[in-house]
């Protein structure tokens, strides 16, 4: 990918995706979507209108990349609901997998070539870091914004 060409990053969650750019005069641009609804469908739509928003957004230049951070496995102690253990995390799996299939087909959609980037780009990194490093108060958007400068330092 030429280093003149503008990438968007995005984070992806259910409820608050991350998502960053740097755009071809080289200022970066950093925000979460929220989404709304009552249900996991109308948060799903939601994410899917918003996603599509802020990628054609006509003050950012057109994409020609969407990087598309893919979760790790991870343990079932990790936020586990202390009565049953396992189900919140199966349940929160889940629903990352279907917000990141939500984003792949707007990106598809859209023309634009999706890249999948493993969540070990960040090493042992962790959310007060990131937030530090970019001086983001939000960790999605901040880790979004991250993955791009790594992305980019390694092209």
Not at 12 to 28: K, L, R
Not at 43 to 65: E, G, M, Y
Not at 87 to 111: C, D, E, H, R
Not at 129 to 143: E, P, Q, V, W
Request: include cysteine.
């Amino acid at each position: 990918i030429s280093m003149n060409k503008n990438i968007f990053s995005i984070d992806p969650s259910i409820n608050e995706i991350g998502w960053a750019t740097i755009n071809i005069t080289g200022i970066e641009i950093a925000d979460v979507i929220k989404t709304q609804g009552d249900t996991l469908e109308a948060k799903l739509q939601d994410l899917a209108a918003k996603v599509q928003r802020a990628i054609l957004n006509p003050a950012i230049p057109h994409p020609c990349s969407v990087l598309i951070e893919l979760p790790a496995a991870f343990t079932y102690t990790r936020s586990a609901n202390r009565q049953t253990g396992r189900g919140m995390n199966a349940a929160s799996l889940q629903k990352l997998n279907l917000a990141i299939g939500v984003i792949f087909g707007v990106v598809v959609k859209l023309g634009i070539k999706p890249v999948f980037v493993p969540v070990a780009w960040k090493g042992r990194s962790n959310k007060r870091l990131s937030m530090a490093i970019t001086g983001i108060k939000n960790h999605n958007a901040s880790d979004a914004l991250l993955m791009l400068r790594w992305y980019k330092a390694r092209r």
